[in-house]
């Protein structure tokens, strides 16, 4: 007999899927491209790869712009940039093994400088996983291990249904304050396989606020209001937490100068009256900084560029504002303060007393005129001159990228960016290669202005392929291209250690046929002639090359005792 009750309508697959939103065609890959779509990104960079293929495919499923370089440590670079003008977690998706580990001094370079990087890598097979030899294409024995060191969080994937919630986590990971990058890795069977799982929506990963301790700002804000000679230190934390018209409300408030670090190039404005602009590496901004009273500190760790390579020796106060943990008082002892910059400088204003000091803007004067003398004494005037052109050239409100190289040292100084989050440059970590796949990420995040790359030859030739990219996507990027046969800085730093340089001559290229030859229009310059070359270049769009044969040297340094 049969009863009613026994009687179950089984929905048809078609049913199901249709109810539960599960498209025929999607793989694990989708789960990626949807996850990464639902957190709101819009722009992924990347380099595919056998193992990584399932992402890749998925990308033609979905909204999001793909921009592809040609080595994975120029993606890197790219999605770094991309990260520092946006504030958003730029993905970066990359194959296993080779492919992940290419994009290793990127990752480094955006963990040093904050810059929030969401990478997100293939694995082998999931049964190769737990660090057994089984002899997959690109198998390491636990591919995690090398990235732990370098980025935030690592985050390996072992079921499609992991997925968005890897993602989602590692993308909260990334804009927590400090930014930083992160590592997320998916195994290659999981991504191909077909998936039963709806389309990924509404998801939520919204990063948590860093907030200071209201007695440890009332203890900062009443040292600043009592002090005699107060001074401010801003790094790079002020300018990743669009914290500068607080600071500048701050210094305006407290008369106190202002010495912006070279992460945090544009935090105060270049020509105020309390502006100590960025002359770090300089004794007598050194002595200016170790006179105050109190100092504060604010998003800097006072690592070795900032303290003009740790002769810094403050006998006042220090009140530093960090927000990452590992930087708060590991260089001086201070009255530390774990918080977003921006938090903490909205603190002290509610609580500092206003205190005038007339005679702030006239010993910021002093300072700097004891800095241009130092200079004039030296017999600067080429490396000053082509750095003024560069200035002149570039559009107030349009991003720089600079790799490291001679006038990049320079600029960290000397250049005014105009702007309060439009210079940057790879001297957290320090690798080269970084200015044009950079820029070409800038370009990618605005496209609205022209952007200018800065390297020397030996930086260059790390990224000379990428002139394949700029073409390809017609990416608005000017690349300055300083031509001094070798690797400029290094032979000045063996010849003085060592009387002689070794392994630092490089053959050179023609870089302007090498640019035609890419389709890309080149120019060679001379010092007079750059500032006119550079702003035809930048005001033509597209990409382009302009290359200054010229020797440049440093300004002496000051932490060796020299004057």
Known sequence: MTHDHDLVLRPTAAQISSALNVPPGRNGGDLVVETLAGLGATTVFGLPGQHALGMFDALRRS????????????????????G??????????????????????????????????????SQIPTAGLGGGRHGYLHELPDQAASFRGV??????????????????????????APHGPVWVEIPQDVLLAQTPLPVVTAMDATPED???????????????????????????????????????????????????????????????????????????????????????????????????????????????????????????????????????????????????????????????????????????TLEQDVLTAVRRALPADSPSFWDMTILAYWAWSAFDPQGTNTMHSAQGAGGLGYGFPAALGGAA????????????????????????????????????????????????????????????????????ALAESFGVPGVRTTPETLETDLTKALATPGPSVVVLPAVLRMFAPTHLGTD
């Open 63 to 82: 909204s999001l712009r793909y921009v592809g370089l040609r080595v994975e440590n120029n993606a890197g670079f790219a999605a770094d940039a991309y």
């Open 84 to 121: 520092r003008i946006t504030g958003e977690a730029a993905p970066l998706l990359l194959s296993t093994g080779p492919g992940a580990l290419t994009s290793l001094a990127a990752l480094q370079e955006a963990a040093a400088a904050s810059a929030p990087v969401l990478a997100i890598s």
């Open 151 to 176: 980025v935030k969080s690592v985050h390996t994937v072992r079921t499609q249904s992991q997925i968005p919630s890897a993602i989602a986590a590692a993308w909260k990971s990334a804009l927590t």
């Open 210 to 380: 860093l907030v200071p301790r209201p007695e440890l700002t009332a203890v900062a804000a009443d040292l600043l209001s009592r002090a005699a000679r107060p001074a401010i230190i801003a790094g790079g934390g002020v300018v990743r937490s669009d914290a500068s018209g607080k600071l500048r409300e701050l210094a305006e408030k407290l008369d106190a100068p202002v010495v912006t670090t070279f992460g945090g190039k544009g935090a105060f404005p270049w020509e105020h009256p309390l502006s100590l602009q960025s002359w770090l590496e300089d004794r007598h901004t050194t002595d200016f900084l170790e006179d105050a009273d109190v100092l504060l500190v604010v998003g800097s760790g006072l690592g070795e560029l900032s303290s003009n390579y740790h002769t810094f020796k403050p006998r006042g106060r220090v009140v530093q504002i960090e927000a990452d943990l590992g930087k708060l008082e590991s260089n001086h002892p201070a009255l530390g303060i774990h918080a977003d910059a921006r938090l903490a400088l909205q603190a002290l204003l509610e609580t500092v007393a206003e205190r005038t000091d007339k005679s702030a803007p006239e010993r910021v004067r002093e300072l700097l005129a004891k800095v241009a003398d130092r200079l004039a004494s030296q017999e600067l």
């Open 445 to 512: 995040a605005d496209p609205t202005r022209p952007v200018l790359a800065v390297s020397g030859d030996g930086g260059a030739l790390y990224s000379i392929a990428e002139l394949a990219t700029a073409k390809q996507y017609d990416l608005n990027v000017t690349w300055l291209i300083v031509d001094d046969g070798g690797y400029g800085i290094l032979r000045e730093y063996m010849t003085d250690a060592f009387g002689r340089a070794t392994a630092t001559e490089l053959t050179r290229p023609d870089y302007v």
